[in-house]
């Protein structure tokens, strides 16, 4: 899960090893006064449970993952930190054995195989034309082979909006990212009562041939998630109407192909 609420004495020790290491690595800070989305996600299902989509000889087993910052794979420790980026800790040896280094603000971890991805929100991007500087808010998403820890390299590519959660579904990655749209008044740039969501998955089955499949975009600021074999739900309040759109996204496809199938308001917000 995201949070703990019970730290054992081991691990704390591991995190202030990781936060000291005695090899110098290079790093990217991550902005100390932005903290990222701060909703209160709703869980969404269980890491480890296995559902069945389709039926008859094509029903396909998935198993739906929900993200870490902190994972144990045998004697390696995989800790997630938004000033360092992913740290890979050797707990026999007690050393940190590499520091991969991310832009933005990392938020999402997992481990599969020989490979960890790690999802980014806050990756800006920015442009300048003169006296003009413009901005988008992107996701990202870091592929980080670990067949050798020490030297671990990581490819990248950027997703469309900020990241709220992520999904794990069998061989594919789902990331639900949204923003604000803004504009300029004349006088000062202010946020617009607009918003946008989009659902992008990922297909990782092929490490060497990791690619997008499919996103889907609608309006609203989707901002708590429910994920099962076959959906994903996304609710989106607004907080001018006083009510929650949920938005209804297929993932039945186990190769990755979505697409939007329906959406209900209700009164109030999640």
Not at 77 to 97: A, F, H, M, P, T
Not at 107 to 116: C, I, P, S
Not at 151 to 156: E, G, I
């Amino acid at each position: 899960m995201r949070t703990a609420a019970v730290f054992c004495p081991l691990l704390i020790a591991v995190l202030l090893l990781v936060g000291c290491p005695q090899t110098q690595f290079r790093f990217t800070n991550a902005d100390v006064t932005n903290h990222g989305w701060r909703y209160s996600l709703l869980a969404g299902a269980a890491a480890g449970i296995e559902d069945t989509s389709g039926t008859g000889t094509n029903a396909v087993t998935r198993e739906v993952v929900e993200p870490d910052v902190i994972r144990r794979v045998g004697n390696i420790l995989y800790v997630l930190n938004q000033y360092r980026g992913l740290s890979i800790v050797d707990l026999d040896r007690e050393k940190v054995l590499a520091q991969v280094p991310t832009y933005g603000y990392p938020r999402d971890l997992y481990v599969v195989g020989n490979h960890a991805y790690v999802l980014v929100a806050s990756a800006t991007k920015y442009e300048s034309d003169g006296p003009t500087v413009s901005f988008d808010v992107a996701s990202r998403l870091y592929v980080v082979d670990l067949t050798n820890p020490g030297s671990a390299s990581l490819p990248s590519f950027d997703l469309k909006g900020d990241l709220v959660d992520s999904r794990l579904v069998g061989d594919v990655l789902y990331a639900v990212c949204a923003e604000y749209q803004y504009y300029y008044d004349g006088v000062a740039v202010a946020k617009a009562a607009t918003s946008e969501s989009w659902v992008t998955s990922v297909n990782v089955a092929d490490p060497a041939n990791i690619r997008q499949v499919d996103e889907v975009s609608f309006e609203g600021l989707g901002s708590v998630i429910q994920a099962t074999n076959s959906a994903i739900y996304v609710a989106a309040p607004s907080w001018e109407t006083n009510q929650t759109t949920i938005t209804y996204v297929d993932i039945s496809d186990s190769a990755g192909a979505i697409a939007l199938a329906g959406s209900v308001t209700v009164k109030g917000y999640l």
